[in-house]
């Protein structure tokens, strides 16, 4: 009887230590499976695309961040004879010749203010040729909500990507934005030849 009792007590032990494991392992589990989908939650924020957000003629556009070198108060700038209007002139940086180009101009809107005082010149990440572009407003770099469906369709212009969202203006509110291929932005400029001697 002793030895039956002293059996059943081991087997109890056995099970309480199996379970101890098996809930410990459960509580594992749980653990992993929480990471994991935070992780997932989050992973779509992390893959967000950075722009700057810049006005236009009257509109906001989204430059990747990685275009970017720098943002610059307006420079003075030289016309180049018989260039393309929105070619608006060079300036000198650094040894070398910065070509400008006016975004509105370059997507064929109106420009919205002839304030030389408020624009921003935003130089991009190109060694040949060195362009900036004159934005009427550099605003602030954000991340970009891609838009899709019938909302993004019906590109007016080559050099826009697709549309997004972007917290920004006031309060916060969702604003839409254009992005922008700044190559294909500047291939039509690229191949004049007052731009590709700068």
């Known amino acids: ?3 039956s009792v002293h059996r059943k007590l081991r ?8 379970s101890a494991e098996e809930r410990m392992q459960q509580i594992l589990d749980e653990r992993t499976e929480r990471l994991a989908a935070r992780k997932a939650a989050t992973s779509p924020a992390e893959a967000l695309p950075r722009a700057l957000v810049c006005g236009a003629g009257r ?6 961040i990685e275009t ?9 700038c030289m016309p180049v004879p018989d260039g393309p209007p929105a070619l608006i002139g060079l300036f000198g940086r650094s ?12 997507l064929g ?18 060694e040949t040729p060195r362009v900036a572009l004159r934005v009427e407003r550099a605003h602030e770099v954000a991340d970009i909500i891609p838009l899709t469906g019938e909302e ?22 969702d604003e839409t934005v254009s992005l922008l291929d700044v190559e294909r932005l500047l291939r039509p400029f690229l191949s ?7």
């Open 68 to 76: 970017i070198a720098e943002v610059l108060p307006p420079q003075k």
């Open 152 to 173: 993004a369709a019906g590109f007016r212009n080559d050099a826009v990507t697709g549309y997004g969202k972007s917290q920004s203006g006031p309060d916060d509110q």
């Open 59 to 64: 509109e906001r556009f989204g430059l990747p």
């Open 192 to 198: 004049s030849s007052s731009v590709s001697g700068a």
């Open 11 to 18: 087997l109890m032990e056995r099970v309480r230590i199996r």
């Open 1 to 3: 009887m002793a030895r």
């Open 95 to 106: 040894g070398q010749l910065v070509s400008v180009v006016d975004l509105a101009l370059a």
């Open 109 to 126: 809107l109106e420009v919205a203010s002839q304030d030389d005082e408020s624009t921003h010149f935003i130089l991009l990440r190109r």
